[in-house]
């Protein structure tokens, strides 16, 4: 039975295309109004995923739940509480932005923030569709998803081809859309937009999901690199710990790689005639590195 808190629940997901594991066996969960992000370049199984998810793709095994409900056998009732951005957006060539608008106004109801969704965007609905730009057809296709205030949010890369200024006000958006109750499953490549934004990532390698863990909690697992001098000459040896790597050695001075835990290596090195150090640490992009 599904949590009563958990808006997706995903248990043993597998989809494989011939010979490529494409989603081998991955399991987890979204709790309702939580900014969730799915981790992984390209190639992952992000994409793949989400297409299970909105029943575009049958899964060889597994399954999905969402509002307690099944991914496939409740596909059309579940596309109704659902904004999707897929990773292409498709449109109508010829058909206008206001077009498309107007079609999902009558598939669903009108829109009480479309218009302001148009202006945060700064997107022009008069040019038909063929004539966009990639950036002008991720816009729109944000719009569609967005404008029916849905009560979950599934975007595969929503930010790709957007500007950083446009890029901080989907930020914004997502975040007062989650604020208000909505549900947000984002897949990102981008590691700055994750630490921003999300709660929760789940990491996914080579089609299978090798972290789930909340943006806090990656971040205690930084990289750190200290750079120590000594009065006298510098100690040779006493930095065979785990998780620490000698980077760089000099007469009176020492540079270390810290994975982890700082402070035993700290205990450590003020045991020596210390005359000045530095720490720094490094991106968390460099702690997803890590994974790969």
Request: with cysteine.
């Given at each position: ?32 109004g939580e900014i969730f992000g799915f981790l992984g370049p390209n190639g992952a199984g992000k ?15 597994g399954q999905i739940t969402i509002f307690g409900l099944d991914a496939r056998a409740d596909a ?217």
């Amino acid at each position: 039975m599904p949590k009563p808190g958990n808006v997706i629940e995903i248990k043993k997901l597998k989809k494989f295309f011939g010979d490529v594991k494409a989603v081998d066996g991955i399991s987890f969960d979204v709790e309702r109004g939580e900014i969730f992000g799915f981790l992984g370049p390209n190639g992952a199984g992000k994409t793949t995923a989400i297409r299970c998810m909105m029943d575009l793709l049958r899964p060889d095994a597994g399954q999905i739940t969402i509002f307690g409900l099944d991914a496939r056998a409740d596909a059309p009732q579940l596309k109704k509480k659902i904004g999707y951005l897929a990773g292409e957006v498709s449109l109508y060539g010829n058909w206008t932005g206001q077009e498309h608008i107007r079609f999902v106004e009558k598939m669903s109801k009108p829109s009480k923030i479309v218009r302001q969704l148009v202006k945060d965007l700064s997107f022009d609905v008069r040019p038909k569709t063929k004539n966009l730009s990639s950036g002008n057809k991720q816009k729109l296709g944000l719009i569609l998803a967005l404008m029916k205030q849905p009560e979950l949010l599934i975007l595969d890369e929503p930010t790709l081809g957007l500007d950083p200024l446009l890029q901080n006000k989907i930020y914004e958006i997502l975040e007062k859309s989650a604020s208000d109750g909505t549900t947000v499953f984002m897949s990102s490549h981008n590691l700055a937009e994750v630490e921003r934004i999300c709660k929760r990532v789940g990491i996914i390698k080579n089609g299978k999901l090798i972290s789930v863990d909340s943006v806090r909690q990656l971040k205690r697992k930084k990289i750190y690199n200290i750079f120590a001098w000594f009065a006298k000459k510098a100690p040779k040896d006493g930095f065979e710990m785990d998780g620490v790597e000698v980077i760089k050695e000099s007469p009176d001075g020492v540079v270390l790689r810290v994975k982890g835990d700082i402070n035993p290596v700290l205990e450590r090195i003020k045991q020596y005639d210390l005359r000045d150090i530095e720490i720094t640490h490094e991106s968390l992009e460099q702690v997803f590195l890590e994974f790969y």
